[in-house]
């Protein structure tokens, strides 16, 4: 299967790199390049692959799915939406060496990245980021378009709605849940809820406002 990576940045890199790593595997995936707006990067190779266009070139390039690779939550699900109506194929991206449960539910899009685990009974929804060596335990519900950071532990039964942001290495108790598109600051412990749409700061996760927009600030 030849895989379009949408997105050229480091993210984007970090995507390839786990297509390339389960091509490795004798999986059937062929990434064949990124898309980008950015005309600085037209033409560079990362990872041994090119940059082949922008990001509205995929209906003039040959391939079977694409893969959403941003970051910020906000771009990340406009772009899967715009590439979804377009009646694209929207590849799932899992390391070799993540251990997902095989009961788990993967969305169409997510990414799942170098050692991260994801326990039995845990449903995970489309356009995710679960980045490195995070771990999701048993029975958690994560919406779609949520990134889970590098280092987060979330207890067992935690609900992530859509479009939340964990930082970096924050920890999240058992049955807690994070309302849609809030942002757990890197470090914290969660141990009461978050309302939608707030930032939270402090060891304890403290609600400091409303999100001024969702655009992944």
Request: no cysteine.
């Given at each position: 299967m030849t895989v379009l990576i949408v997105g050229a940045g480091k993210h984007a890199q970090v995507v390839?790199?786990?297509?390339?790593?389960?091509?490795?595997?004798?999986?059937?995936?062929?990434?064949?390049g990124y898309l980008d707006d950015d005309p600085s990067l037209a033409g560079r190779k990362f990872l041994g692959l090119p940059v082949l266009g922008a990001t509205g070139d995929f209906g003039k390039l040959a391939h079977d799915a694409v893969v959403v690779a941003v970051g910020s939550n906000a771009i990340r699900r406009r772009l899967f939406d715009q590439l979804r109506q377009a009646g694209e194929r929207l590849f799932t991206?899992?390391?070799?060496?993540?251990?997902?449960a095989p009961d788990v539910v993967l969305g169409d899009g997510t990414v799942v990245c170098?050692?991260?685990v994801v326990n039995t009974g845990s449903a995970v929804g489309a356009n995710v980021i679960l980045n490195t060596s995070c771990s999701v335990d048993h029975h958690n519900r994560i919406?779609?378009?949520?990134?889970?950071?590098?280092?987060?532990?979330?207890?067992?039964?935690?609900?992530?709605?859509?479009?939340?942001?964990?930082?970096i290495g924050a920890l999240v108790t058992p049955r807690r849940r994070v309302g849609a598109w809030?942002?757990?600051g890197a470090g914290l412990?969660?141990?009461?809820?978050v309302p939608a749409g707030v930032k939270t700061v402090g060891a304890a996760a403290r609600v400091i406002g409303a999100r001024r927009?969702?655009?992944?600030?």
């Open positions: 390839a790199d786990i297509l390339l790593r389960m091509r490795e595997r004798d999986e059937a995936v062929d990434p064949v991206a899992r390391h070799p060496q993540a251990v997902v170098a050692g991260v919406g779609d378009h949520v990134h889970i950071a590098p280092g987060v532990h979330l207890g067992g039964e935690v609900v992530v709605d859509e479009g939340a942001l964990v930082g809030s942002i757990v412990l969660v141990h009461h809820d927009e969702r655009d992944g600030a």
